[in-house]
């Protein structure tokens, strides 16, 4: 089996220079600019952005890199897909809900990923067919997304204390009864990976960025769940920004299948 042992260790040592690059901006009042989308930014974006790809590029020169702030530089078949700040508007509000992403892409697919969450100072690293891992202050600890066998009275983690109007009867369908905010896409993710959640679907009808999902998606797959379109298919990573639609993320693979049909049996009925 190819290993990523090199890929980890320089993206982890990557997310923690970013996050010490960042941190004296975190400490006092964040001012941010808009983007023409309306999302904010801030100089830490901008920072963080400039170090990790400068970083990724110094040892993977071969290597393409899609990242937030500076767009896509292509190179090579592999590709990073990188998110200085996921949850910028956590960093501004100082709440703590936010991370740094960086994931690797081979054949439009995530292989690897790191993820660190700064206020917490969790690292989350995975490598898919290779197991998932955190580590903090206090050791390394394996990640298994099936390590809660409930059944029923289904955890989803999400976007606020309760569901969009248009994923409600799904979740009702599928057994949801809990929700777990947490306000980063990447953060949301890792609820899966942990066995804390059961199942994240996104509430943006258009889907995440790329960005947002790459990393957190490796460390979900190698700690055993299943990331998919709710059209049945695979996430294609093809240097694009947007996914383009909705996805759903689950502890196993079976949950996934019986949320698609559930959503796509509702949109059907809907038309």
């Avoid at 170090?51 to 292509?74: K, M, N, Q, W, Y």
């Avoid at 947002?212 to 998606?217: G, I, L, S, T």
């Amino acid at each position: 089996m190819k290993t990523y042992d090199k890929e980890i260790r320089v993206a982890k040592d990557l997310a923690l220079r970013a996050w010490n690059a960042i941190a004296p901006i975190y400490d006092q009042i964040v001012q941010f600019e808009r983007k023409g989308d309306g999302s904010p930014v801030t100089q830490a974006d901008k920072r963080s952005n400039q170090l990790i790809v400068r970083g990724l590029t110094e040892a993977f020169p071969l290597d393409s890199i899609v990242s937030e702030e500076e767009g896509v530089e292509t190179r090579g078949d592999r590709a990073w897909y990188i998110d200085p700040i996921d949850g910028t508007k956590g960093f501004i509000k100082r709440n703590g809900h936010f991370a740094i992403h960086i994931g690797l892409c081979e054949n439009q697919t995530p292989v690897c990923g790191v993820v660190y969450w700064p206020v917490a100072q969790e690292m989350y690293l995975g490598v898919v067919g290779d197991g998932a891992w955190r580590e903090n202050s206090r050791g390394i600890f394996t990640l298994d997304a099936s390590r809660n066998k409930r059944i029923e009275n289904l955890v989803a983690s999400s976007n606020g204390d309760f569901p969009t109007k248009e994923l409600e009867s799904t979740f009702r369908a599928l057994g949801v009864t809990e929700y777990q905010n947490t306000g980063s896409e990447g953060l949301r993710l890792l609820k899966i990976a942990e066995g804390i959640a059961d199942i994240r679907m996104s509430e943006c009808e258009k889907g995440a960025s790329t960005w947002d999902v790459c990393a957190p998606q490796a460390i979900v797959e190698a700690a055993g769940g299943t990331v998919r379109n709710l059209d049945g298919s695979r996430i294609r990573y093809d240097l694009q920004g947007r996914m383009g639609q909705r996805y759903v993320a689950a502890k196993n693979e079976d949950l996934v299948k019986r949320a698609i049909d559930q959503y796509n049996s509702e949109s059907r009925e809907s038309t």
